[in-house]
């Protein structure tokens, strides 16, 4: 069984990391990463009228912190995700992804702790 890496108390300055640009099937993405052993923190802001070029099977702790979008699931199902809004997906479990009309910021969450358990 894989331990999770200890994380000592830090604070995250937000402002210097450098952005990374994704392109969607439609607009883009920006995320602003942290990287642990094995946790991932992200500060990602999408782009009016974003649209994801891929459906994502990796599960996310996903908080809408400004703007609104459509979290799609792969079925046809759709979840609108407004500000102070949450989600929560284990791995493999729903395939989704993201569309926004008018652009949205959102503070994800993920790692092995979300590993889908058989």
Same mark, same amino acid.
């Given at each position: 069984?894989?331990?999770?890496?200890? !994380?000592?108390?830090? *604070?995250?300055?937000?402002?210097?990391?450098?952005? +990374?640009?994704? /392109?969607?099937?439609?607009?883009? =993405?920006?995320?602003?990463?942290?990287?642990?052993?094995?946790?991932?923190?992200?500060?990602?802001?999408?782009?009016?009228?974003?649209?994801?070029?891929?459906?994502?099977?990796?599960?996310? !702790?996903?908080?809408? *912190?400004?703007?609104?979008?459509?979290?799609?699931? +792969?079925?046809? /199902?759709?979840?609108?995700?407004? =500000?102070?809004?949450?989600?929560?997906?284990?791995?493999?479990?729903?395939?989704?992804?993201?569309?926004?009309?008018?652009?949205?910021?959102?503070?994800?969450?993920?790692?092995?702790?979300?590993?889908?358990?058989?």
């Amino acid at each position: 069984m894989n331990e999770l890496e200890n !994380i000592p108390f830090q *604070l995250i300055d937000w402002e210097p990391i450098p952005e +990374e640009r994704h /392109e969607g099937e439609e607009g883009y =993405a920006l995320w602003k990463t942290i990287q642990f052993k094995e946790l991932r923190i992200r500060m990602v802001k999408y782009s009016a009228g974003y649209l994801a070029n891929h459906w994502c099977h990796k599960g996310h !702790i996903l908080h809408c *912190l400004k703007g609104e979008m459509i979290s799609e699931l +792969e079925n046809g /199902e759709k979840s609108l995700m407004k =500000a102070g809004m949450t989600y929560v997906v284990s791995d493999d479990l729903s395939s989704h992804r993201s569309y926004t009309k008018d652009g949205v910021e959102l503070l994800i969450i993920d790692g092995d702790f979300l590993k889908l358990k058989k």
